[in-house]
């Protein structure tokens, strides 16, 4: 069994800084990608940013410069620094990680509950 779950989130003013953690536990042989998506009641989920195993990353433009993502393949766990919050960066973040485990055959797409990140005066 494998999860994945979400820490981090919060309230925070404009301006203001958070970071996220995702922690995946279980019978784990490897992870390839992990992720943070967001999403907010009634709107499409969100791809806010993406690392690879070596650490390639790519992200959303509208967080570009201001967030972070990293991992640390040793505890299995992603991070996401958060810095200059916006109003419109409140939503529920979830992350995510292609697995495959210890007697699986094949990768497959977790998710984790999500942490409610809210930043407002």
């Known amino acids: 069994q494998v999860q994945l779950v979400e820490s981090g989130g919060g309230l925070v003013q404009p301006g203001g800084s958070l970071r996220l953690s995702c922690a995946a536990s279980?019978?784990?042989?490897?992870?390839?990608?992990m992720g943070w998506y967001r999403q907010a009641p009634g709107k499409q989920r969100e791809l806010v940013a993406i690392?690879?195993?070596?650490?390639?990353?790519n992200y959303a433009d509208s967080v570009k410069g201001r967030f972070t993502i990293s991992r640390d393949n040793v505890k299995n766990t992603m991070y996401l620094q958060m810095n200059s919050l916006k109003l419109d960066d409140t939503d529920v973040y979830h992350c995510?990680?292609?697995?495959?485990?210890?007697?699986?055959?094949?990768?497959?797409?977790?998710w984790g509950q999500g942490t409610q990140v809210t930043v407002s005066l």
């Open positions: 995510s990680a292609r697995i495959i485990t210890t007697d699986g055959i094949r990768w497959s797409d977790y």
């Open positions: 279980g019978n784990i042989l490897s992870i390839n990608d």
């Open positions: 690392i690879n195993r070596v650490g390639s990353t």
